[in-house]
């Protein structure tokens, strides 16, 4: 855990969801904490500034949940990929049923700092 008196400086978190292996049906919602939600479709990212510390991101599709715990330092640019996938019962469900049942991924991306100042 980082002491916030130390250096104010914020973090940012980004979450996207531009897998090409993304079957781009059904919304991901996450989350981080009770504070910040957002729902992603296909193609979609959000961002959100947040104070350096640890957190758990939740994402979810209304089927399948994951979470992952994550630190963010001061100044730097958290990444996390979403995607929902199809299992290898997709397409025999879709075909009798009209809906496949969808595994959801999350993991993380490299980061970077967002702090930008000239080195010079």
């Given amino acids: 855990m980082y002491d916030k008196d130390v250096d104010a400086t914020p973090a940012r978190v980004t979450i996207d969801r531009l897998s090409p ?10 989350s981080i904490g009770d504070d910040w939600r957002a729902q992603l479709m296909y193609g979609e990212s959000a961002s959100h500034e947040i104070a350096p510390g640890s957190y758990v991101l939740k994402a979810h599709n209304t089927l399948v949940r994951r979470k992952i715990q994550f630190d963010a330092k001061p100044g730097e640019h958290v990444k996390f990929r979403v995607a929902n996938l199809a299992s290898r019962w997709a397409l025999p469900f879709l075909t009798v049923m009209g809906v496949a049942p969808l595994n959801l991924t999350l993991e993380r991306a490299p980061s970077e700092p967002t702090d930008q ?3 010079s």
């Avoid at 292996?21 to 996450?30: A, G, M």
């Fill in 21 to 30: 292996d993304d079957v781009q049906q059904r919304q991901v919602i996450i």
């Fill in 117 to 119: 100042r000239s080195t």
